[in-house]
């Protein structure tokens, strides 16, 4: 089966031999190259097309859908980790038939070597802080990540990744999850309450999907001050009013790879925070990586059609 009209309504960020095979999955192929500025502009290039392929930027709604009734199919090029955090109202469209298909785990690797990068920037002492000046060494003298009592909040396949990281390095890893894992319990993890995890650890890395707020006031009391906070979501693991409270009034520091992660750029006026504003996730081998899972799902819904 063969799409009638396959439509990427802004750039994929697919590799250039990918959007070449696209062309065999559709009778006719269109791939917008820049940013549709608005939803009425999504529906004006969806128009009859029975394929969609969506990025992360984009958000297509039920008022989107309800006005595209051709659409059988919408393949997300970025991460799928359940409905309520997806750009694509992915329980609308399931009830009028479509089928959605999302990606995973393709841009890890990069997040998990930037934490463990600026970890020991952090902790030795290497570079400048974010106002520029020579960055200290976190406990006045350079230390390892030798027995660094590090707590992972969200212990999935990115979580999971930065924990065993970490662990070949030598930090002692607690963690929080929903439930406790088997694979973790047996690396020798020790799953906590959360605001265990807060109160017994150095540096606290969240790695939660996407809207998902586990920081409020009373775990950032129990954090408590002279803690290293990492986030590597999509979004701000934290209320932003203790957050500011907590970077305003302790020696604390934070690190983000992402505005997005960050929350909200008048955090970045702090000299304790550190983001680079640049996604770390988004490496050549990822690219290629999002690239093969997104043709392997058009692969897959295309056979059964």
Same mark, same amino acid.
């Given at each position: ?6 439509? #990427? /309504?802004?750039? $994929? ?10 062309? !065999? *999955?559709?009778?006719?192929? =269109? ?119 590090? #707590? /992972?909040?969200? $212990? ?10 970490? !662990? *070949?390095?030598?930090?002692? =890893? ?123 799902? $058009? ?7």
């Amino acid at each position: 089966m063969k799409f009638k009209k396959l439509v #990427g /309504i802004e750039p $994929l960020e697919l590799i250039p031999s990918a959007n070449k095979k696209l062309e !065999s *999955f559709a009778e006719t192929l =269109i791939l917008h190259e820049n940013q549709p500025s608005t939803a009425e502009e999504i529906v004006k290039r969806i128009g009859d097309a029975d394929g969609v392929l969506i990025s992360h930027r984009s958000t297509i709604g039920k008022d989107i859908l309800e006005q595209c009734p051709n659409i059988k199919y919408i393949g997300m090029c970025c991460s799928l980790y359940s409905p309520e955090s997806a750009n694509v109202d992915i329980l609308y469209a399931n009830s009028q038939g479509i089928t959605v298909k999302g990606v995973r785990d393709y841009g890890d690797e990069g997040v998990v070597e930037y934490v463990i990068s600026e970890l020991v920037r952090c902790l030795h002492g290497f570079g400048t802080t974010s106002d520029g000046k020579p960055r200290q060494p976190w406990s006045t003298i350079p230390r390892e990540i030798t027995g660094l009592k590090a #707590g /992972i909040v969200g $212990l999935g396949k990115s979580g999971g990744m930065i924990a065993d990281a970490l !662990s *070949f390095f030598g930090a002692d =890893i607690t963690y929080f999850a929903r439930s406790e894992k088997a694979d973790a319990k047996a690396k020798g993890y020790q799953f906590l309450p959360l605001k265990e995890v807060l109160a017994t650890s150095e540096v606290v890395i969240t790695c939660l999907n996407k809207n998902t707020v586990l920081l409020h006031e009373a775990e950032f009391e129990a954090f408590g001050n002279r803690k290293i906070l990492f986030n590597t979501g999509l979004s701000p693991s934290w209320d932003a009013e203790p957050f500011e409270k907590w970077l305003t009034a302790g020696d604390n520091v934070v690190y983000c790879d992402t505005l997005i992660a960050l929350g909200d750029k008048r955090f970045l006026k702090y000299p304790n925070v550190n983001c680079l504003q640049v996604s770390t996730g988004r490496t050549q081998q990822a690219f290629k990586r999002l690239s093969e899972k997104v043709l392997a799902n $058009l692969t897959a819904y295309t056979k059964i059609q």
